[in-house]
């Protein structure tokens, strides 16, 4: 049985000598697994479509355990993001947390062409923090968990925000701040962004000028959110503060 996909390479693991099995989220099957026969070889016809951030049309065939790849035409490969190794770390994070938070063959159509422009947008060298929050957004609300961004999440009224509580899912007004003294404080114009960057339209997307101490704020909410409520822990993660700190 031949099956037929547009997808991004997520990742490629050796098999044996000579083989790989990668892992592509494909915009209409969801993550799927197939293995590319011969294709670490020097002159294997698949060897420019199995390294991340590869988008291509796939076929493969097969039923069994695992299907094999049996023809791949190149959409882009996305070359110049594994060219920097500061955007390379932010797009390692990207399809880690995709892999981590995706189940197999589950598709999500909106979630696969967010990724896409998103790598679009990083290969042009746009602010890769935006692009980050964007896409971390994204991931929560297919989650389940989207923070609350317009109102105060204790008592419902629209007063200026204090403090954002990861525990309780939003900002918190003065009157009812201390419920979270751990609350983050935060600025009326970083729950604003975080507000937009929920609505963004990625293939619309501009310039967006954020004052550092607003990216760190938005940062510690949402990555906070992160780690609050996705059950998975990134190792790429860990590698992208390590590059941010040497080059940023």
Not at 79 to 107: M, N, P
């Amino acid at each position: 049985m031949l099956n037929k996909y547009e997808g991004i390479v997520l990742k490629a693991r050796d098999y044996g000598e000579s083989h790989q099995i990668l892992t592509v989220y494909t915009k209409n099957q969801g993550k799927v697994s197939f293995m590319a026969r011969g294709s670490k070889k020097t002159k294997s016809r698949f060897g420019a479509v199995t390294e991340p951030f590869t988008r291509a049309h796939f076929v493969s065939f097969g039923n069994g355990n695992i299907a094999t790849l049996s023809q791949a035409d190149l959409i882009s490969s996305h070359h110049l993001l594994r060219s920097d190794l500061l955007l390379t770390a932010y797009g390692a994070y990207w399809l880690e947390l995709i892999d981590k938070t995706t189940e197999e063959k589950e598709a999500d159509p909106f979630l696969y062409d967010l990724l896409t422009s998103l790598l679009e947008h990083l290969e042009q060298k746009k602010d890769p923090d935006i692009l980050t929050f964007i896409l971390e957004l994204s991931v929560l609300k297919t989650a389940g968990y989207t923070p609350v961004t317009d109102r105060c999440v204790s008592c419902g009224s629209g007063r200026h925000p204090v403090r954002f509580s990861i525990r309780q899912g939003g900002w918190l007004c003065e009157r009812c701040q201390d419920q979270d003294q751990n609350g983050i404080l935060v600025s009326v114009a970083s729950i604003r962004i975080l507000r937009i960057l929920q609505q963004v339209d990625p293939h619309r997307l501009g310039k967006i000028d954020v004052k550092p101490e607003t990216k760190e704020q938005l940062e510690k909410m949402i990555r906070g959110f992160v780690e609050e409520y996705l059950p998975v822990r990134l190792k790429s993660l860990q590698l992208l503060e390590q590059f941010k700190k040497i080059w940023t």
